[in-house]
Structure formats: C-alpha cells, structure tokens
C-alpha cells in the first residue's frame, strides 16, 4: 500500500553525486508484528534529504584511505586501558569474521559462528590470506561507527539517522513487511542478499551469493536505492534504546527528524564490566534467515557496539537540504 497523504518521493533531476533525492514526508516506522525493539510502530515525519544510491563499496573507501592515510580500529591493537580485564593474548589487531561452524550450534551463543581474527579489516575481510582483489563493487566491511562517521565527513556528509534510514528504505510503501512488498521473494525472485536455509550450518545460495555481493546485484527500492535489504547491516547517527518512543498517533504530536535518544551504554556480555556504547544498525544482512535474525526488513534494527567491526556491517551516507558541505571533496 502507497503511503497516504505527503511521502517521500524520488525525482531523478536531483540525483546527485551518486544520491538520491527523497523528499519530505510522514510515514509509520517500527512495527509491532516481529521483534520488541522494533515496538511502537509510530508516525513520524522527515525533510528533504539526498541518501547515496549503495552502500560505500571497497573502491569508493579506498579512496578515502588514500587521500587522508585514515586507519580504521580493526587495523589497531586495542589499548589495555580501554578494555580492562582483557587477557594479553586478545590484544591484537582484528575483526569479527564469520565463520561457518561444522555441525549444529546453540543459536543463543553467536561466539559459535563470530571469531575475531587477526589480521582481519577492510582490505582483508576474511583474514590475512584474503583480499579485496575483484570485490570493488562490494560494500566495504570492519568499518566502525567512527571509521564511517570519517568517510562522511571527507565527503561533507553524515550518517542516516534511523528514520531517514528507513523512510527511504520503505521506498514509499506504507506499512510494507518488506522494500518491496508483502512477500520475502515474488514469484520466487531474490530481492536481497539473504541467507536461505538454516542459520548458521546451511546457506542453499539460492539468491548466487554466500557472502557479500555487488552494489547493484538486486532490484532498487521504488526510490532507486540499492541494498537497503540485505548483504550488509548499515551505521546510522542513532543512539540504540530497546524500543521506541510513545506512540505519537495525533498529528499535531508527530515527531519530526527524531534522533534516537541520548547516548547510552551496554554491557558487552564477554567482559560485562565493560560499558560500550551502541548505535542502531539497518537493513540486515546476507547473514538474515527465516530461522534466526529475520531483520531483512526496514523495520528492524539491531544495536552495535560503536568499536567493533564485522565481516557483515557497511554504511552509506547523506546530504541534507540538498546541499553538500564545505568539506566535501
């Protein structure tokens, strides 16, 4: 169903510097149907804002890297006096990779299928004997909050905040389940880079990747945006709180441009005496499947911890009033 009355909308004269234009508009965000972070589902209202048409692909980082030398965390050993009560031999430059375990897990225990292996980051997503040699055109991974925030702000841009995020992930589809429609796969087609069959063991493929997958491997949303499902999770400005703000369901109380609300902190539940604080991922990833994180929709959100980096988390970036800042390249 279209959205009623002002939605956003995608005019392809404003397309700009590999954006797009999504005007301003009112919309429901969250959803009450799936999982408790996502409740209330509530009206909210967005202005005019560009948003990059894919995620930031490895080629796109690249350059960034090379024109201001920026190291991202995961290319850093940790500092003792960041994390205390971290054993020695954890103190090394890496990322979180995953890795497919051998046989049936706990699927309350992610440690089975996440390994923080040396060596990994950007360049070498799946450790020191991989590369990035023919996966340009792929989003870029073992990026953190700040290592995002810096590439927007190179390019004189910032992060989505979770409802720009998602108004135009919904492509202006009113209460849609997914960017597309009602149904995960029409007629039996992929739409976005998920898992099919059972979480963590068996990965049919049945949509042609086990991994990441090109910028521009599935259909757009009606807005023209690509991966706003799916292949990777998304950094968005937003402070994680477990459920949304009341329900604003008068139209003199909608809020306008909200940004999930102050900074907070959670415990990492590997050293619980550690409080990091955590900002809301989009979108899901090639990781989502029916049986476990069915987060391949706008609604869902996931909270991060703002210094780690995975094999699956990317981002894209926007301008808002439709112009670019000073800083920009």
Not at 35 to 50: G, L
Request: net charge negative; charged share 20%.
């Amino acid at each position: 169903m279209q959205a009623e009355a002002v939605h956003g909308d995608v005019s392809s004269e404003h397309a700009h510097d590999g954006m797009i234009f999504v005007r301003a508009g009112i919309f429901w965000m969250g959803s009450d149907h799936h999982y408790p972070e996502e409740k209330p589902a509530h009206r909210v209202s967005v202005e005019d804002f560009f948003i990059d048409e894919t995620p930031v692909t490895n080629a796109q980082f690249a350059e960034f890297v090379v024109a201001t030398g920026h190291r991202t965390f995961a290319e850093f050993a940790p500092d003792p006096r960041d994390y205390p009560g971290i054993l020695p031999e954890l103190l090394y430059a890496g990322s979180l990779v995953f890795l497919e375990p051998a046989g049936r897990v706990d699927l309350r225990d992610w440690s089975q299928w996440w390994s923080f292996l040396k060596g990994a980051n950007w360049r070498q997503p799946y450790g020191p004997h991989s590369s990035i040699a023919g996966l340009d055109d792929h989003p870029v991974v073992h990026v953190t909050h700040h290592d995002a925030v810096a590439y927007a702000r190179w390019k004189g841009k910032d992060l989505p905040t979770e409802a720009e995020w998602e108004f135009a992930a919904r492509g202006g589809l009113e209460q849609a389940e997914y960017a597309w429609g009602s149904q995960l796969t029409p007629d039996g087609r992929h739409m976005a880079n998920t898992w099919q069959g059972s979480f963590p063991t068996v990965n049919r493929n049945l949509d042609g990747y086990s991994r990441t997958s090109p910028i521009r491997a599935f259909p757009p949303n009606e807005y023209g945006l690509y991966d706003m499902i799916g292949n990777v999770w998304e950094w968005t400005s937003d402070w994680f709180a477990p459920k949304h703000e009341a329900d604003a369901t008068k139209a003199c109380c909608i809020p306008r441009n909200p940004r999930g609300g102050l900074e907070s902190a959670s415990y990492d539940p590997c050293l619980p005496h550690i409080k990091i604080p955590r900002k809301v991922l989009k979108g899901g990833s090639h990781l989502c499947a029916p049986n476990y994180c069915r987060r391949y929709r706008p609604a869902a959100r996931h909270a991060e911890a703002i210094d780690t980096s995975t094999s699956h988390v990317g981002f894209r970036c926007v301008v808002r009033n439709g112009e670019l800042n000073e800083t920009a390249s």
